[in-house]
């Protein structure tokens, strides 16, 4: 499998959504999502299964939380 620099423009590349998703639940809270990302599936009764779902089928609600999460990671690069 190759690694994710292989693909340079697409930092994206090998991270499920589940796991974009749950990173940014972990490190925020559901809260801080459903303030920044105003969607039911973060607002009420939230869960993981529920709003995959959801993004999975709004490409404007998926795209705002990966470029979030692409924010972040730019900010805050991994430390080898």
């Known amino acids: 499998m190759p690694s994710p620099d292989s ?13 974009v998703l749950q990173t940014m639940v972990d490190r925020h809270g559901w809260r801080a999502l459903a ?9 009420f009764d939230p869960s993981i299964n529920s709003s995959l779902k959801f993004l999975r089928q709004t490409p404007w609600a998926r795209k705002k939380l990966e470029d979030w999460f692409i924010y972040e ?7 080898p």
């Open 73 to 79: 990671a730019n900010r805050n690069p991994p430390r």
């Open 7 to 19: 693909h340079p423009n697409d930092p994206l590349h090998g991270v499920t959504l589940k796991t």
């Open 35 to 43: 303030d920044r990302i105003p969607i039911r599936c973060f607002m």
